[in-house]
C-alpha cells in the first residue's frame, strides 16, 4: 500500500532481523533469572513479537521481521518485556530508532543501549495551535491586550474513546501594559522581554485510577511568532518535558542487537519507466545474455542477491521469469567444466531462482512441508542419534527409529508433490535440464543433479532446517526440535542429490550410520521420478484435484453481523481461516467453523473508518446481504489481510464498484446519511490487485528499485564501460580492476551500458526536479510536516544546499 503524493507513489518497507539481548537487569527474586520476549512497535503500535525466551540474562531470539509500512511514523520502537510467573509482563527497556536516523544502521549489524521507558520517552502525537492577539478596551477606558488560544490545553473538557480529539475551545490570557507601552508593536512588553513569553500546552489521558493522569506530551510556543502578524496557527509534534529522563542512567539495563533495512522507494507514473523497462524487457532476448541490461546489473552490485530480488519480480511481473533465467542458466552451464560443480556457486542465475522458488514456492512448499513440520514441534520426540550428545535416560536405538521414520514420512511428502510444483518452478526446471544434458552428454545424471541441485538443496532443506524463515511456523524452534530438523535436513539433503557414496558425503560417523537406512534403490528411484515430473516439458497443474491452500490464519475480533433480528452486536474475539476456496471464523484454532463465506460471495474488501466504533485498524468484508466488519490486531495486520482478501476475491463476477467507507448504525450510513441499508454505496472501491493470489508485484516499484541500484553503482557502470573500451582495443592481459566483470562482447555490452547510464541520468533528473517542486510548495507546520519533524528538518537542510528557494 503506497502513500499517495502529488504526482509520486512512496512505498515503505522494513526488514529486521533481532538479533540477541544482553546484560539484562537480574530479576530480583531468587534464582535472578528473567523470561523475556522483544516486541516491534510503530511508534507505540506492536506489529512483531518474538517468543519467550525463558530463564536468561542474554536471551537469544535469531528472528526476522519483514512488513509493508502502510502510514507515517515517526519512531521504530522496539521493547524489551519481562513475563513473571503471574503471566505479568514488565518493560525492562526500549530502543527507539528516528525514522531519519535509520539509513545510519543499514543493514549492519547494531548493538543498541536499551533505554528506559517513562511517559516522556513514550510521547507521540501532534497538535494544532492557533493564537490571535487583539486590542480590548475595558469598562474604565484602558486599552490593554488579550491573547486568544485556540488549542488543546488550559484544561479542555475530556473528550472520551479516541486517540483524534477535537476540542475547539478558546482561551484568553491577558498581557498586561506598562506605561511605555507603543502601537509600534503587538506586545506590551519591552522588546527585549518577548523571547520571555510563551504558551505551553500539555496533553494528558484522562484516568480514574488512583495513579493519575497520564503524560502525553507538551509543546512550547514562544510569543515571538506574533511579531509579523497578530494572528498565527501550525501544527506542532508533541515534545517530553524538558526535564524528562534526565535523572535516569542510560546503559544500566542491558542492549539489543539488530539488524534494521529501511526501504523508502519513490515511484512515478508508469511511463517515466518506459526507456529502462522497455530495456530491461530485451535482456532475455539479447545475444550473447552476458550484454543484457539485466546481466550487467548482477555484474556491478556488490551481492549477485541485490541485483535478483528486483529483477525476479520485475521479469515476475512482466511474465518474462523464465525466459530470462533460461538464458542466464544457459550461459552459466556453458561456462562450467565440471559436471559435479553445476550451479554450486552464488551465481546470478542461482540467487534469480532461488528468489523465484521463494516467491512463486511458498504455498507449495507450506501446503507440502507444514503439516509434518507442525507435528515434529508439538510431540517433542528424542531423534538424537550422536552418542556424544545423548542425555540421561535416552535410547540411542529408539532416537534412531523415531528420526527414521520423521525422514520417511517427508521424503514421502516431497516425492509425492511434483503434480503441485508451481508451473513457473517447473518450466524453469525443464530449461536447467535440457542445458546440461546438451553441455554434459557424457554424464546422464547431470539432467537430475541440474535441478536437485535447486529443488532440494536450496529450497526444501533450508526450509526444514529454518522453518520459521518460511513462514512454516510463528518462531524459532526450541534446541531439541532445531536439532531434530537439522539431522532431518542433511538426510533429505543427501538424499536428494543423488551422489554415488552417501555414506561418503557426511563427515560424522554417526550420520554414516544413520544412512545406512536409506541405501535401498527405492529412495533413488523416487527422487529420480520426482525430478523427471517437475522438470517435464509443458506440464501443468491439474485443475481437478486442486485441494484448499491455507492463505491466512489468526485471531481478530468481529463484530456480530445482525444475522438474528434480536440480539447484541457486539465484538468478539475470533480464529480467523482464508483458504482459496472459502473465509471462515471459529471460536479457537481447530475448532468447527461458525461461519464461512464462500470466495465468491466476497464483493469488496475496504477499511472502516475509524470514527464508526471508535476503534482503529478496521476492514470490512461485504456480502451481497451485509458486511462483516472486522478489527486486526495492528496497521500491518490490517493491511495484510486486506491485501489477501482481495486478491483472492479479485475475479468475482459481481464485485462491487462503490462502498459505504463507514458503518450502518441507528438508521443510517454515517458517511453518506443514507437511511436504507441497501444503498448503494457513496465512494469508489479501492484499485484492484492482480489476480494470482501468490504474487503481489508492483511493476514499476521494482523497476525504480532497478533505477536506484544501477544508480547507486554508477562508478561501477563506468568502470565497465572503460573495460569494454579496453577489451576492444587491447586483446592482452587485462588490467585487475576489469577482471571481475564477464565481458563476453564488448561492443554489444558498451552499447548497452550507454543506455543504461541514459536512462539512470533521465530518471534522476526527474526526482531531482520532483525534489525541487515538492521544496517549494511544503509548508513547515502543515499537519503533514509539524513543527519539530526532524525527517523534514533534515529535507530542509539538504535542499538549501541545492536550491535558493526558501519555504
Same mark, same amino acid.
Given at each position: 500500500?503506497?502513500?499517495?503524493?502529488?504526482?509520486?507513489?512512496?512505498?515503505?518497507?522494513?526488514?529486521?532481523?533481532?538479533?540477541?539481548?544482553?546484560?539484562?537487569?537480574?530479576?530480583?527474586?531468587?534464582?535472578?533469572?528473567?523470561?523475556?520476549?522483544?516486541? @516491534?512497535?510503530?511508534?507505540?503500535?506492536?506489529?512483531?513479537?518474538?517468543?519467550?525466551?525463558?530463564?536468561?540474562?542474554?536471551?537469544?531470539?535469531?528472528?526476522?521481521?519483514? +512488513?509493508?509500512?502502510?502510514?507515517?511514523?515517526?519512531?521504530?520502537?522496539?521493547?524489551?518485556?519481562?513475563?513473571?510467573?503471574?503471566? $505479568?509482563?514488565?518493560?525492562?527497556?526500549?530502543?527507539?530508532?528516528?525514522?531519519?536516523?535509520?539509513?545510519?544502521?543499514?543493514? $549492519?549489524?547494531?548493538?543498541?543501549?536499551?533505554?528506559?521507558?517513562?511517559?516522556?520517552?513514550?510521547?507521540?502525537?501532534?497538535?494544532?495551535?492557533?493564537?490571535?492577539?487583539?486590542?480590548?478596551?475595558?469598562?474604565?477606558?484602558?486599552?490593554?491586550?488579550?491573547?486568544?488560544?485556540?488549542?488543546?490545553?488550559?484544561?479542555?473538557?475530556?473528550?472520551?474513546?479516541?486517540?483524534?480529539?477535537?476540542?475547539?475551545?478558546?482561551?484568553?490570557?491577558?498581557?498586561?501594559?506598562? +506605561?511605555?507601552?507603543?502601537? *509600534?508593536?503587538?506586545?506590551?512588553?519591552?522588546?527585549?522581554?518577548?523571547?520571555?513569553?510563551?504558551?505551553?500546552?500539555?496533553?494528558?489521558?484522562?484516568?480514574?485510577? *488512583?495513579?493519575?493522569?497520564?503524560?502525553?506530551?507538551?509543546?512550547?510556543?514562544?510569543?515571538?511568532?506574533?511579531?509579523?502578524?497578530?494572528?498565527?496557527?501550525?501544527?506542532?509534534?508533541?515534545?517530553? &518535558?524538558?526535564?524528562?529522563?534526565?535523572?535516569?542512567?542510560?546503559?544500566?539495563?542491558?542492549?539489543?542487537?539488530?539488524?534494521?533495512?529501511?526501504?523508502?522507494?519513490?515511484?512515478?507514473?508508469?511511463?517515466?519507466?518506459?526507456?529502462?523497462?522497455?530495456?530491461?524487457?530485451?535482456?532475455?532476448?539479447?545475444?550473447?545474455?552476458?550484454?543484457?541490461?539485466?546481466?550487467?546489473?548482477?555484474?556491478?552490485? &556488490?551481492? *549477485?542477491?541485490?541485483?535478483?530480488?528486483?529483477?525476479?519480480?520485475?521479469?515476475?511481473?512482466?511474465?518474462?521469469?523464465?525466459?530470462?533465467? !533460461?538464458?542466464?542458466?544457459?550461459?552459466?552451464?556453458?561456462?562450467?567444466?565440471? /559436471?559435479?560443480?553445476?550451479?554450486?556457486?552464488? !551465481?546470478?542465475?542461482?540467487?534469480?531462482?532461488?528468489?523465484?522458488?521463494?516467491?512463486?514456492?511458498?504455498?507449495?512448499?507450506?501446503?507440502?512441508?507444514?503439516?509434518?513440520?507442525?507435528?515434529?514441534? %508439538? =510431540?517433542? *520426540?528424542?531423534?538424537?542419534?550422536?552418542?556424544?550428545?545423548?542425555?540421561?535416560?535416552?535410547?540411542?536405538?529408539?532416537?534412531?527409529?523415531?528420526?527414521? %521414520?520423521?525422514?520417511?514420512?517427508?521424503?514421502?511428502?516431497?516425492?509425492?508433490?511434483?503434480?503441485? +510444483? /508451481?508451473?513457473?518452478?517447473?518450466?524453469?526446471?525443464?530449461?536447467? &535440464?535440457?542445458?546440461?544434458?546438451? &553441455?554434459?552428454?557424457?554424464?546422464?545424471?547431470?539432467?537430475?543433479?541440474?535441478?536437485?541441485?535447486?529443488?532440494?538443496?536450496?529450497?526444501?532443506?533450508?526450509?526444514?532446517?529454518?522453518?520459521?524463515?518460511?513462514?512454516?511456523?510463528?518462531?524459532?524452534?526450541?534446541?531439541?526440535?532445531?536439532?531434530?530438523?537439522?539431522?532431518?535436513?542433511?538426510?533429505?539433503?543427501?538424499?536428494?542429490?543423488?551422489?554415488?557414496?552417501?555414506?561418503?558425503?557426511?563427515?560424522?560417523?554417526?550420520?554414516?550410520?544413520?544412512?545406512?537406512?536409506?541405501?535401498?534403490?527405492?529412495?533413488?528411484?523416487?527422487?529420480?521420478?520426482?525430478?523427471?515430473?517437475?522438470?517435464?516439458?509443458?506440464?501443468?497443474?491439474?485443475? =481437478?484435484?486442486?485441494?484448499?491452500?491455507?492463505?491466512?490464519?489468526?485471531?481478530?475480533?468481529? $463484530?456480530?453481523?445482525?444475522?438474528?433480528?434480536?440480539?447484541?452486536?457486539?465484538?468478539?474475539?475470533?480464529?480467523?481461516?482464508?483458504?482459496?476456496?472459502?473465509?471462515?471464523?471459529?471460536?479457537?484454532?481447530?475448532?468447527?467453523?461458525?461461519?464461512?463465506?464462500?470466495?465468491?460471495?466476497?464483493?469488496?474488501?475496504?477499511?472502516?473508518?475509524?470514527?464508526?466504533?471508535?476503534?482503529?485498524?478496521?476492514?470490512?468484508?461485504?456480502?451481497?446481504?451485509?458486511?462483516?466488519?472486522?478489527?486486526?490486531?495492528?496497521?500491518?495486520?490490517?493491511?495484510?489481510?486486506?491485501?489477501?482478501?482481495?486478491?483472492?476475491?479479485?475475479?468475482?463476477?459481481?464485485?462491487?464498484? @462503490?462502498?459505504?467507507?463507514?458503518?450502518?448504525?441507528?438508521?443510517?450510513?454515517?458517511?453518506?446519511?443514507?437511511?436504507?441499508?441497501?444503498?448503494?454505496? +457513496?465512494? /469508489?472501491?479501492?484499485?484492484?490487485?492482480?489476480?494470482?493470489?501468490?504474487?503481489?508485484?508492483?511493476?514499476?516499484?521494482?523497476?525504480?528499485?532497478?533505477?536506484?541500484?544501477?544508480?547507486?553503482?554508477?562508478?561501477?557502470?563506468?568502470?565497465?564501460?572503460?573495460?569494454?573500451?579496453? $577489451?576492444?582495443?587491447?586483446?592482452?592481459?587485462?588490467?585487475?580492476?576489469?577482471?571481475?566483470?564477464?565481458?563476453?562482447?564488448?561492443?554489444?555490452?558498451?552499447?548497452?551500458?550507454?543506455?543504461?547510464?541514459?536512462?539512470?541520468?533521465?530518471?534522476?533528473?526527474?526526482?531531482?526536479?520532483?525534489?525541487?517542486?515538492?521544496?517549494?510548495?511544503?509548508?513547515?507546520?502543515?499537519?503533514?510536516?509539524?513543527?519539530?519533524?526532524?525527517?523534514?528538518?533534515?529535507?530542509?537542510?539538504?535542499?538549501?544546499?541545492?536550491?535558493?528557494?526558501?519555504?
Amino acid at each position: 500500500m503506497a502513500v499517495e503524493e502529488e504526482g509520486l507513489r512512496v512505498f515503505q518497507s522494513v526488514k529486521i532481523k533481532i538479533g540477541e539481548a544482553k546484560n539484562l537487569p537480574t530479576y530480583p527474586g531468587p534464582n535472578k533469572m528473567r523470561d523475556c520476549y522483544c516486541t @516491534v512497535n510503530l511508534d507505540r503500535e506492536e506489529v512483531f513479537r518474538t517468543k519467550i525466551v525463558e530463564k536468561s540474562l542474554c536471551p537469544f531470539y535469531g528472528e526476522d521481521f519483514y +512488513c509493508e509500512i502502510p502510514r507515517s511514523f515517526r519512531h521504530l520502537s522496539f521493547y524489551i518485556f519481562d513475563r513473571d510467573v503471574f503471566r $505479568r509482563d514488565s518493560i525492562i527497556g526500549k530502543v527507539a530508532i528516528q525514522k531519519e536516523d535509520l539509513p545510519k544502521y543499514h543493514n $549492519r549489524d547494531t548493538w543498541f543501549q536499551l533505554q528506559h521507558v517513562d511517559a516522556d520517552s513514550e510521547v507521540q502525537g501532534k497538535v494544532h495551535l492557533e493564537l490571535r492577539l487583539s486590542e480590548v478596551i475595558t469598562d474604565t477606558g484602558v486599552v490593554c491586550h488579550k491573547l486568544a488560544t485556540r488549542s488543546e490545553a488550559k484544561k479542555t473538557k475530556v473528550k472520551k474513546k479516541t486517540n483524534n480529539p477535537q476540542f475547539d475551545e478558546v482561551f484568553y490570557f491577558e498581557v498586561t501594559r506598562p +506605561c511605555s507601552y507603543s502601537r *509600534k508593536s503587538h506586545f506590551d512588553f519591552e522588546e527585549e522581554d518577548v523571547d520571555k513569553l510563551e504558551i505551553r500546552v500539555d496533553l494528558w489521558n484522562a484516568s480514574n485510577l *488512583k495513579f493519575g493522569d497520564e503524560f502525553l506530551g507538551e509543546l512550547r510556543v514562544p510569543l515571538n511568532v506574533l511579531r509579523q502578524s497578530s494572528s498565527y496557527e501550525a501544527w506542532y509534534f508533541l515534545q517530553p &518535558r524538558d526535564n524528562g529522563s534526565k535523572s535516569l542512567k542510560p546503559g544500566d539495563l542491558g542492549s539489543l542487537r539488530l539488524n534494521v533495512v529501511y526501504t523508502e522507494d519513490h515511484v512515478f507514473s508508469s511511463d517515466y519507466y518506459s526507456p529502462l523497462r522497455d530495456l530491461l524487457l530485451r535482456s532475455a532476448d539479447v545475444e550473447p545474455v552476458s550484454a543484457s541490461a539485466a546481466h550487467v546489473l548482477g555484474e556491478v552490485c &556488490r551481492e *549477485k542477491q541485490e541485483a535478483a530480488i528486483p529483477l525476479v519480480r520485475f521479469f515476475l511481473h512482466y511474465g518474462r521469469v523464465v525466459p530470462f533465467i !533460461s538464458a542466464i542458466a544457459d550461459a552459466e552451464v556453458q561456462r562450467t567444466q565440471d /559436471p559435479n560443480t553445476i550451479f554450486r556457486g552464488n !551465481s546470478l542465475t542461482s540467487k534469480c531462482i532461488d528468489e523465484t522458488m521463494k516467491l512463486a514456492g511458498m504455498q507449495y512448499l507450506h501446503v507440502t512441508l507444514k503439516p509434518t513440520i507442525e507435528e515434529i514441534c %508439538q =510431540s517433542h *520426540k528424542s531423534c538424537e542419534i550422536d552418542p556424544v550428545k545423548l542425555k540421561d535416560g535416552e535410547n540411542l536405538e529408539n532416537n534412531m527409529e523415531n528420526l527414521r %521414520q520423521y525422514v520417511d514420512r517427508i521424503f514421502s511428502v516431497i516425492t509425492k508433490s511434483g503434480v503441485s +510444483c /508451481p508451473t513457473v518452478m517447473c518450466d524453469i526446471f525443464f530449461s536447467l &535440464r535440457e542445458a546440461a544434458a546438451k &553441455r554434459f552428454q557424457d554424464d546422464l545424471d547431470v539432467r537430475y543433479t541440474a535441478v536437485s541441485s535447486f529443488i532440494f538443496l536450496r529450497f526444501f532443506a533450508p526450509a526444514i532446517l529454518s522453518p520459521n524463515l518460511f513462514q512454516l511456523t510463528p518462531h524459532h524452534t526450541d534446541p531439541q526440535t532445531s536439532r531434530t530438523l537439522t539431522l532431518i535436513s542433511k538426510t533429505i539433503q543427501t538424499l536428494g542429490s543423488l551422489s554415488k557414496s552417501k555414506s561418503a558425503s557426511f563427515k560424522e560417523s554417526y550420520m554414516a550410520a544413520f544412512y545406512e537406512f536409506f541405501n535401498e534403490q527405492k529412495y533413488a528411484d523416487a527422487v529420480k521420478n520426482f525430478l523427471d515430473l517437475i522438470s517435464s516439458s509443458g506440464r501443468r497443474d491439474p485443475k =481437478s484435484i486442486e485441494q484448499p491452500i491455507l492463505l491466512k490464519e489468526g485471531f481478530m475480533i468481529k $463484530r456480530a453481523q445482525g444475522r438474528k433480528r434480536f440480539g447484541m452486536k457486539n465484538f468478539k474475539k475470533r480464529w480467523f481461516r482464508l483458504t482459496n476456496h472459502e473465509f471462515t471464523y471459529q471460536k479457537s484454532k481447530g475448532d468447527q467453523p461458525l461461519y464461512s463465506i464462500p470466495i465468491e460471495n466476497i464483493l469488496a474488501v475496504e477499511r472502516l473508518e475509524e470514527e464508526s466504533f471508535k476503534m482503529k485498524n478496521m476492514f470490512q468484508v461485504i456480502q451481497p446481504e451485509r458486511a462483516l466488519y472486522i478489527q486486526a490486531n495492528n496497521c500491518v495486520e490490517a493491511k495484510a489481510w486486506i491485501d489477501i482478501l482481495t486478491k483472492v476475491s479479485q475475479c468475482n463476477k459481481k464485485r462491487l464498484t @462503490v462502498y459505504h467507507p463507514s458503518a450502518y448504525l441507528n438508521g443510517h450510513w454515517l458517511c453518506c446519511r443514507a437511511s436504507s441499508d441497501t444503498a448503494p454505496g +457513496c465512494s /469508489p472501491c479501492t484499485g484492484g490487485l492482480p489476480a494470482n493470489i501468490q504474487l503481489d508485484i508492483d511493476g514499476d516499484r521494482e523497476t525504480e528499485r532497478i533505477y536506484s541500484l544501477f544508480n547507486s553503482y554508477m562508478s561501477k557502470l563506468e568502470k565497465m564501460q572503460e573495460a569494454c573500451g579496453s $577489451r576492444s582495443v587491447y586483446d592482452g592481459p587485462e588490467q585487475e580492476e576489469y577482471s571481475t566483470f564477464i565481458i563476453d562482447d564488448p561492443q554489444e555490452t558498451y552499447k548497452t551500458l550507454k543506455q543504461v547510464i541514459a536512462g539512470v541520468g533521465a530518471l534522476e533528473q526527474e526526482h531531482a526536479q520532483y525534489k525541487r517542486d515538492k521544496f517549494k510548495k511544503t509548508k513547515y507546520g502543515s499537519q503533514e510536516h509539524p513543527i519539530g519533524d526532524k525527517s523534514f528538518q533534515s529535507y530542509i537542510r539538504q535542499q538549501s544546499e541545492t536550491s535558493t528557494h526558501s519555504i
